[in-house]
């Protein structure tokens, strides 16, 4: 017998693996195949083989998952850089109509008195924000802001980040409200809502009326 074969049978009845004896021994894994596929093993070896089977298995979906989902990842960015350079600007007709549909989504409809729009997405606030501004020209003096928070997020962070957001002051701030809404409580992870939720509340039955008209406008058109 030659005697790589035999070390090589040595080896692989110790428990190493086919990896492990071709780098030691500079044979490759087809070699060792047929060297070893008479081979018996005690119980112990067996099971440590099997064990490192599977170990190695699963090493390998786990890396091949990672790598799958890295691709994945990085040909939804690449996607949305493109589609997102093809807006560039909008008009204030988009404005308006975008805004309208935004209101319709997420906006309180049965106020008769004032407008409400409540959202932890600061990207949205900012657009509903630009909307209420230039579209139903909202006076700055007329905006309400109330905040709610979970109890371990600080209050005066998240004012502050929300102040930057809408472009509005400390004095239009209501009191805050520190709760876990029973829909979230033990369910949803305060750190998903890291500055919180925020309310804007407007006091102008005019643009509830003109609000309310504009979504039933819309309503009739599709």
């Known amino acids: ?105 997420e906006g309180t409809k049965r106020e008769r008195w004032k407008v409400r729009f409540t959202n932890s997405d600061p990207d949205m606030i900012r657009f509903m924000m630009c909307y209420f501004r230039n579209i139903c020209n909202i006076e700055e003096e007329k905006f309400r802001l109330t905040l709610q928070i979970h109890p371990n997020i600080s209050e005066e962070e998240a004012k502050r980040y929300w102040r930057n957001v809408t472009k509005l002051p400390s004095s239009q701030f209501y009191k805050t409200l520190v709760a876990i809404s029973k829909a979230s409580k033990k369910k949803r992870e305060p750190r998903r809502l890291p500055y919180g939720t925020l309310n804007i509340s407007i006091s102008d039955v005019n643009a509830v009326n003109r609000i309310k008209g504009w979504l039933k406008g819309l309503t009739q058109v599709v």
């Open 1 to 105: 017998m030659r005697k790589d074969k035999e070390i090589a049978i040595k080896l692989r009845k110790q428990g190493k693996s086919y990896n492990e004896i071709s780098k030691v021994l500079g044979i490759p894994k087809s070699t060792l195949s047929g060297w070893f596929k008479d081979l018996r093993f005690s119980n112990s070896i067996k099971i440590k083989l099997i064990s490192e089977t599977k170990e190695k298995w699963a090493r390998n979906i786990t890396n091949y998952n990672k790598k799958r989902a890295q691709a994945i990842l990085e040909k939804a960015k690449k996607i949305q850089d493109i589609e997102s350079k093809k807006i560039k600007n909008i008009t204030d007709k988009e404005l308006w109509l975008l805004g309208t549909a935004l209101y319709w989504a």
